[in-house]
């Protein structure tokens, strides 16, 4: 079925394919790279839609690549530029941790929208201290990996999503969703929460601490409840490290952009979509710009 995006594409494409043919040609013979502006894109997900429309236009130059800045710790601890030897200043570390925090949650929000989780499982693992260092976030992380690697070989189908969490003790957790791991033994604790049987994982399975885990019953909100543990103390404390753990088979969204010229007409259209989920706008008064979300709700 086609989607709003699709029928507004097709009064694009007759009249665009023609344009980028002379455009390409141009930046061949001089050498340059593509400049895409786009004020619209469009987001597919497992069970819903998204559209983010930008007031100004966003300006993509394919090709190109912004030189990145190395830094080393010197003994003082701090850290140092290893090209000029200045000292990073708090206001780049704050910058930096800020937008690790942000990729690192479109990564989370991306893959776990994606997915079909029903029928799955969401799991809790606590580390038992007197045989894993739970302070430790490298040997916890592993720890998981090798429980991850192991239910995946006895069961190849097997999708999953887990992320860690700080607790206020500093010692970490893991909570992840899952599905498709029949072999995966589990035990019923006869502990009955919020209405959901809470089961354990065989000890065969994980011996190295404490596990809980519930039946999934939304996708939709399993997903929401996945996104909230990345924290900007977690990325922080994980710096230089592995922050999340993934199945390879998991699906992608996927997305694409076009430049309205019309913008407000098109909100319009969407905003009368029988399958509207919500509308948020966002300004930025500084600069002058509005960024509008809107949510549909996928059909079958």
Same mark, same amino acid.
């Given at each position: 079925?086609?989607?709003?995006?699709?029928?507004?594409?097709?009064?694009?494409?007759?009249?665009?394919?023609?344009?980028?043919?002379?455009?390409?040609?141009?930046? =061949?013979?001089?050498?340059?790279?593509?400049?895409?502006?786009?004020?619209?894109?469009?987001?597919?997900?497992?069970?819903?839609?998204?559209?983010?429309?930008?007031?100004?236009?966003?300006?993509?130059? @394919?090709?190109?690549?912004?030189?990145?800045?190395?830094?080393?710790?010197?003994?003082?601890?701090?850290?140092?530029?290893?090209?000029?030897?200045?000292?990073?200043?708090?206001?780049?570390?704050?910058?930096?941790?800020?937008?690790?925090?942000?990729?690192? =949650?479109?990564?989370?929000?991306?893959?776990?929208?994606?997915?079909?989780?029903?029928?799955?499982?969401? @799991? %809790?693992?606590?580390?038992?201290? #007197? =045989?894993?260092?739970?302070?430790?976030?490298?040997?916890?992380?592993?720890?998981v990996y090798q429980f991850l690697k192991n239910v995946k070989d006895q069961n190849p189908d097997f999708k999953y999503l887990f992320v860690p969490e700080l607790h206020k003790s500093k010692r970490w957790h893991f909570h992840g969703i899952g599905v498709n791991c029949d072999k995966l033994k589990f035990e019923n604790s006869g502990i009955v929460k919020n209405g959901k049987e809470i089961y354990n994982i065989n000890k065969r399975s994980f011996k190295y601490g404490f596990t809980t885990a519930t039946k999934?019953?939304? %996708?939709?909100?399993?997903?929401?409840?996945?996104?909230?543990?990345?924290?900007?103390?977690?990325?922080?404390?994980?710096?230089?490290?592995?922050?999340?753990?993934?199945?390879?088979?998991?699906?992608?969204?996927?997305?694409?952009?076009? @430049? #309205?010229?019309?913008?407000?007409?098109?909100?319009?259209?969407?905003?009368?979509?029988?399958?509207?989920?919500?509308?948020?706008?966002?300004?930025?008064? #500084?600069?002058?710009?509005?960024?509008?979300?809107?949510?549909?709700?996928?059909?079958?």
């Open positions: 079925m086609a989607t709003i995006f699709d029928l507004i594409c097709e009064q694009h494409e007759k009249k665009e394919a023609f344009k980028n043919k002379i455009v390409e040609k141009r930046l =061949q013979k001089k050498n340059l790279k593509r400049v895409v502006n786009y004020n619209v894109k469009h987001t597919t997900y497992f069970n819903k839609e998204e559209y983010i429309l930008y007031s100004l236009p966003i300006v993509t130059n @394919f090709g190109s690549k912004t030189k990145r800045v190395e830094y080393f710790v010197g003994a003082d601890g701090k850290e140092y530029n290893l090209e000029t030897g200045a000292v990073r200043t708090d206001e780049s570390i704050e910058k930096s941790a800020v937008s690790s925090l942000k990729r690192t =949650q479109k990564k989370i929000y991306e893959y776990a929208f994606a997915n079909d989780w029903s029928g799955g499982w969401f @799991f %809790t693992i606590t580390f038992d201290p #007197e =045989q894993v260092d739970s302070f430790n976030y490298e040997e916890c992380y592993n720890r999934i019953e939304s %996708t939709e909100k399993v997903s929401n409840y996945i996104t909230k543990y990345i924290t900007k103390e977690l990325i922080t404390m994980s710096k230089g490290q592995h922050r999340y753990l993934y199945s390879k088979n998991l699906a992608k969204p996927q997305s694409e952009t076009l @430049f #309205e010229e019309d913008l407000k007409f098109m909100e319009l259209l969407l905003s009368k979509n029988k399958d509207l989920v919500k509308i948020k706008k966002v300004k930025d008064e #500084e600069r002058g710009i509005e960024t509008t979300y809107i949510t549909i709700k996928k059909n079958a």
